[in-house]
């Protein structure tokens, strides 16, 4: 059912996809600052003199701070509401963003890194609510798919941005710069956004369709409440086996485009855009699929399922990318692995909501990512020992793909059937 199919005294609106615009955004903005450090690993090693392992111990603060930060951000926006709640997030990790261009030393960077792992944790979680708040259930996968892909324009803006900055200013100025955009955000997001069923330029048609989903159940649900449900486990463990690949590709990727395939800061740009290019098609095409599928007759569970299904295995051809001589052929295949996880992501956030009532969305999210972010504390440790070790890509690519084949499994027999539930 469409917008069109609703008759109301006011015109049709599309007030939705404007806040699915500024998600986005504030996505892209998320991982445009998340990602400097990343494309400066080899300039930070030079200039700091930082080891592989300390560059692992700068990465782990983060995501220790990210676990943190996503857990209680997601009951924080549960609570206070999205608009107040992911304001302060973007506030916070912009200041924290800034702090970087400050700081000269090991402990230092660990130090902004923890901030901005603090207040990042609240982007997913508002961003996932708010989408529950202004969509139907049929129309959220794609929503996510849409604000999900910030995260891939965030890093090719920062690929083209930072080298550019860094050349002619120094990477000082590459992390201030980065830093204030968050600011500037802010003055769309706090002029516009409010639940749709308050907001003057939602019209009635456009809320019949925000509203033709079922109305979910009026719930007050604890921490431990939620941990009683198996649809609560099958998010968080699947976001703890794959989160960590995820920001494996966002951490050491460029150091793998510098290192095994000889780009310099330079031109690292390009191919970093490509891989996150792809990337962007998979967000988008991952959510979609659900979509489609369910236009098509496939029931919920079915369409959820056979998109993670799709997606977990399409990232299996990275395993080759340590190994063709190629550097074109090895980026097209990590973009393809960072399409896969996207499109997965799209669909594992959607089985969120799906699963739970939007009071709680936030909190289930807040769970998941902090689990995640757990995982990708283990993984900066591994994949520090693991250079240190072999000064190889081999076995770190060839271990990615078995954790989303893993998480399909996980979900299938924690929820055999998906379907919303009232808790």
């Known amino acids: 059912m469409d917008d069109d199919d609703f008759q109301g005294a006011a015109p049709a609106s599309r007030y939705r996809w404007w806040i699915c615009a500024l998600l986005f955004l504030g996505t892209t903005i998320c991982y445009l600052d998340r990602q400097v450090i990343g494309l400066l690993k080899t300039t930070l090693e030079r200039d700091l003199h930082l080891s592989e392992t300390q560059y692992g111990d700068i990465v782990f603060w983060f995501q220790a701070a990210y676990a943190a930060g996503y857990l209680f951000a997601g009951r924080l926006n549960d609570l206070l509401g999205v608009r107040r709640g992911y304001a302060w997030s973007v506030g916070l990790w912009s200041l924290a963003a800034v702090a970087h261009a400050f700081v000269r030393t090991v402990s230092g ?5 923890v901030g901005l792992g603090l207040a990042e944790g609240g982007n997913f979680p508002a961003a996932v609510r708010a989408v529950s708040e202004w969509f139907p259930r049929r129309e959220r996968a794609l929503a996510t798919g849409i604000f999900n892909a910030g995260s891939n324009v965030g890093v ?6 930072v080298p550019w900055v860094t050349l002619k200013f120094g990477w000082q100025t590459a992390f201030a710069v980065t830093g204030a955009l968050g600011f500037v955000w802010l003055v769309p997001w706090l002029a516009s956004y409010q639940v749709p069923q308050k907001h003057s330029k939602v019209s009635p048609s456009e809320l019949a369709v925000i509203e033709s989903d079922p109305a ?18 099958a998010y968080v463990i699947a976001t703890f086996l794959t989160a960590p690949v995820w920001w494996f590709y966002l951490f050491w990727v460029p150091d793998f485009l510098f290192k095994n395939l000889h780009f310099d800061l330079k031109s690292v740009g390009l191919p970093l855009i490509l891989v996150y290019l792809i990337g962007d098609v998979g967000s988008v095409a991952g959510g979609g ?3 489609l599928l369910m236009r098509r007759g496939c029931s919920l569970n079915s369409a959820r399922k056979l998109s993670l299904l799709t997606c977990a295995l399409c990232v299996l051809p990275i395993i080759a990318a340590s190994s063709v001589q190629n550097p074109w052929v090895a980026t097209v295949l990590i973009g393809i692995a960072a399409a896969a996880h996207q499109g997965w992501s799209a ?10 009532p939007k009071q709680v969305v936030s909190s289930v999210i807040g769970m998941g990512g902090m689990a995640g972010a757990i995982g990708g504390m283990f993984m900066a440790k591994f994949v520090g020992q693991v250079l240190s070790a072999t000064h ?3 076995l770190l690519f060839a271990i990615a793909p078995t954790a989303y084949l893993l998480a399909v499994v996980v979900i299938h027999l924690l929820v055999p059937k998906v379907e919303m539930r009232a808790h």
């Open 109 to 113: 960077f660990s130090i902004a890194r």
């Open 156 to 161: 090719m803006v920062s690929a083209a941005m």
């Open 216 to 233: 979910d159940p009026v719930v007050k649900v604890s921490w431990l409440d939620l941990a009683r449900h198996r649809s609560t486990w």
């Open 289 to 291: 699929m659900s979509a």
């Open 347 to 356: 669909n594992l956030y959607t089985l969120a909501s799906d699963t739970h």
């Open 392 to 394: 190889s890509y081999v």
